[in-house]
């Protein structure tokens, strides 16, 4: 069974830094790319960043670029999102994903992490 559980979500100010892991079992990890999509109250879920499965290739929304970044560790089968300068607009629910693609066509995910960042 695959699984995917997220942790490192919380509370902070503008301009902290919190960093998200993504931990996975149940599957060849090093197969897929794994992505991070978050989620604002009353918004559709959004991609954020995303890595192909030897982290050769990264992609990252326009919002995010500069500071947030992706990394993986094949050792402990995890992901992680560096997430620095953060802004209230940062504030989501924060999803890690098996991809077939960089930023599309996943079919696992965890069932998130919250992030809130006040001004």
């Known amino acids: 069974q695959v699984q995917l559980v997220e942790s490192g979500g919380g509370l902070v100010q503008a301009g902290a830094s919190l960093k998200l892991a993504c931990a996975t079992s149940?599957?060849?990890?090093?197969?897929?790319?794994m992505a991070w999509f978050r989620q604002a109250p009353g918004k559709e879920r959004e991609f954020v960043a995303g890595?192909?499965?030897?982290?050769?290739?990264?992609k990252y929304v326009d919002s995010v670029k500069g500071r947030f970044t992706l990394s993986k560790d094949h050792t402990r089968n995890a992901v992680y999102l560096q997430m620095n300068s953060l802004e209230p607009g940062d504030t989501a629910v924060y999803y890690c994903?098996?991809?077939?693609?960089?930023?599309?066509?996943?079919?696992?995910w965890g069932l998130g992490t919250q992030v809130i960042v006040s001004s």
């Open positions: 994903a098996s991809c077939r693609r960089i930023s599309s066509d996943c079919d696992h």
């Open positions: 149940g599957r060849t990890f090093s197969t897929y790319a």
């Open positions: 890595l192909t499965w030897n982290a050769a290739l990264t």
